[in-house]
Each structure stands twice: as structure tokens, then as C-alpha cells.
């Protein structure tokens, strides 16, 4: 198998369902093409460059996989059919993916993100700036 990154733009103007909708429509060709979908990232919508089709704004969507170049085909055919589709990007990263070390690095990668917890400042902080003290060394 190869691995694979591919970027795609739906219409802005489409409700959040359809957009749900299509990701999950283009989510199991990779999987039923024999392929292994390791991230998908949605960046949200975002106003286009220039306009594209009458218009200003796409969502935007980011699938990191593993497949054949067949899945490619399968999958970039399916993207030129769908009308809420309006760019795509697919681009091969490597010509080999051991498909269990990738998924593994995913994970810790996932486990080593910072939780939202940790970037609150410390409670002796946060009393200290009520009280209207500086924090010492030892309290940062």
C-alpha cells in the first residue's frame, strides 16, 4: 500500500449534516477499496482565495490514508461526480506505509497533545494575581 494525503473543498453554503454526509460517503470508499484512513482533520470553512464556482467560502477537509492506486482512482472519481465538491488535492507521500507503525504513531502523537487542563496556570498562580501578588519563583 501507498500513503496518501488528500485535500478537499465542498461548497461553504452547505449545512453542517451534508457536509457529514459527504464525509462519510468519501470516508467508507477508502475503506471498501481495500484502503486504511488514519486521520481525517475538517479545518472548517474559510473564505476561498478567488471564487469558485459563484462562490466565496468552502469547507475544507483533510484525509490522511493508506491505499492503492486504484482507491485513488475510485476516490477521485467520486469527487469530480459529487456536485458538493468543488477542488480536491490528492498527493502521495510514499510509495510504501507500514500501515501498523503508522497508526501507533498517530496515537502517541494523539497522547502527547497537551490536554486543555494543562494550559490553565497553576491555582497558587491564580491566587496570588487575586491577591494582587506577584508569584515567586518557587510558585511559577
Known sequence: MRHYESVWVVHG????E???SAIDKFSKII??????????????????????DGTLRGYYILMDFAGTPTTVR??????????RVIRYLTVKKADKVDVAAR????????????????????????EAAEAGEAPTAEEE
Open 31 to 52: 475503506t471498501s477499496q481495500g484502503g486504511v484512513l488514519f486521520k481525517l482533520e475538517e479545518w472548517g470553512r474559510r473564505k476561498l482565495a478567488y471564487k469558485i
Open 74 to 83: 475510485e476516490l477521485e472519481r467520486n469527487y469530480r461526480i459529487d456536485d
Open 13 to 16: 453554503d452547505l449545512p453542517d
Open 103 to 126: 497508526q501507533a504513531e498517530i496515537a502517541a502523537q494523539a497522547q502527547a497533545a497537551p490536554a486543555p487542563e494543562a494550559e490553565a496556570p497553576p491555582a497558587a498562580a491564580e
Open 18 to 20: 451534508e457536509v457529514k
